[in-house]
């Protein structure tokens, strides 16, 4: 099994690193201190920045970041023998699966839910996606033997598979990884002069607002792939939040501790009272 | 030195254990299987639901609800020789300091920022308040008899002290603490059908919503007690939830990307980059 890697972060690399053993990879990042640490570490056995050293492989994993991922596929797919399967890695699928499927019928999105805060080559390693839950996002029209090599690759990594179409992908990473990313980024704009009080910040703030230090370009290309979703979500919370401020304004005690405990029992029934 | 602390839960239980050795505690909850508990285990050297046994007490502490404090002492004082200090430990200030200084002088609030998940008496323990911050909020009113005494209090439980006016406090926490659960606990409001799919819960989203599974009955009491502060952090929430929905929906890619930066270079420099 040949397979060939585009994009050396944190994703790629720890793909490669899964895969040692099981196939011989090809790694392409435009960065050759990568390619180079990455053929020194034994990570891949072969490497550079030019698409076209894909072109004798098996399978292809794009693990760029998402907004340039179709653009990535675009420039690869010119080197590649008809029947060779593609795959990404993105945090979005609905987009990029309906526009890679435009041009390559042998191309199945996946998603592997796995990620550290360091995003780069260095923080790679083998066991990332072990016990991890990949999303793959197969259409009607994936073939089968499409399907099958892309399940085998996540597998391999140590990951379980659950299959679901693209747009339904979107719609529940829109409420459970895109929606808390948005509200604890923007509640960093209320932040104001806190700094002056560091010692008073305790775990609360803490663990809500961890995911505000988040990548700005990756979640740039995050919200605005997923557009729809998102804003659809948006409207929802300000209705939601309109509602609530009413309530506490106009002094409903009664109504207040009604919308917490129905919002309590959703996060407790959720994890089953694990917190 | 005598205190009576009124409210067994893991706050005044916690005190009760920390003073331990260093003042004769009277225990004083509505709760008669809560003080039983307390005699045996020696926490306390004297129970029961009246709140006359506060009466020959040097100091009194009030660590119940924030929706019960100005009650308890509405009750407790007619029992009070004139000179005892009183305390509570709520997590608002401000009207609960107006009032209780309007019907005695010898008053001034506490915040102890300590906290566990389970509120109860079962889950105290002495070390709660070791190296934690308790804001202490004296008025212009205040005498420095009493501020001393309420110092030596939360000293004495191993606590860092910081003085604040009221206001400022309900300010300060309404950013850090309140609305951090109000968003998080609304955001619950989007959940939808994700119990279907726990498997794809990580870690951004436990964290995010954590305190969403926080008390509806105490949160209830704080919200409405601090609605200032809380409706207008609302409306700064909502007017920038606003723009951001905007520049998502009209593209504006650089504008997003401005945004998301400014929001995670905050939030970095509040922890110094250690997330």
């Not at 490669?16 to 090809?26: F, K, S, V, Y």
């Not at 894909?54 to 292809?60: R, T």
């Not at 339904?168 to 002056?196: E, K, Q, T, Y």
């Not at 961890?210 to 409207?235: E, Q």
Request: proline content about 4%; aromatic content about 6%; overall charge negative.
């Amino acid at each position: 099994m040949k397979i060939a890697i585009i994009g050396l972060g944190l994703i790629g690399a720890s793909v490669a690193r899964a895969l040692n053993g099981l196939a011989e990879i090809t790694g392409i990042d435009r960065d050759p201190a990568t390619t180079r640490k990455a053929l020194e570490d034994g990570v891949i056995s072969c490497g550079g920045a030019d698409p076209a050293l894909a072109s004798g492989s098996d399978l292809v994993v794009i693990a760029v970041p998402v907004g340039g991922i179709v653009e990535t596929a675009e420039k690869v797919i010119p080197h590649l023998p008809h029947g060779t399967v593609i795959t990404d890695t993105g945090s979005t699928k609905d987009s990029i699966v309906r526009r890679i499927d435009a041009i390559w019928p042998y191309f199945v999105g996946s998603h592997p839910i796995a990620g550290k805060e360091n995003p780069g080559y260095d923080a790679s390693q083998a066991t990332l996606f072990r016990d991890a839950v990949c999303i793959i996002t197969p259409t009607e029209a994936s073939k089968d033997r499409c399907i099958e090599e892309v399940r085998w690759l996540w597998t391999s990594c140590g990951a379980h598979i659950t299959a679901m179409a693209p747009d339904r992908h979107d719609a529940l990473m829109a409420i459970i990884s895109h929606m808390p990313h948005l509200l604890s980024f923007v509640s960093m704009s209320l932040a104001g002069d806190i700094h002056f009080h560091r010692e008073l910040l305790g775990a609360g703030f803490r663990d809500f607002t961890r995911i505000a230090a988040s990548d700005p370009v990756m979640w740039r290309d995050i919200f605005m792939a997923n557009k729809d979703h998102v804003l659809s979500l948006i409207d929802e919370y300000m209705a939601e939040l309109g509602t609530i401020r009413d309530v506490i304004r106009t002094g409903r005690d009664q109504e207040l501790e009604g919308m917490l405990r129905r919002y309590a029992t959703i996060r407790r029934d959720l994890y089953e009272d694990k917190r």
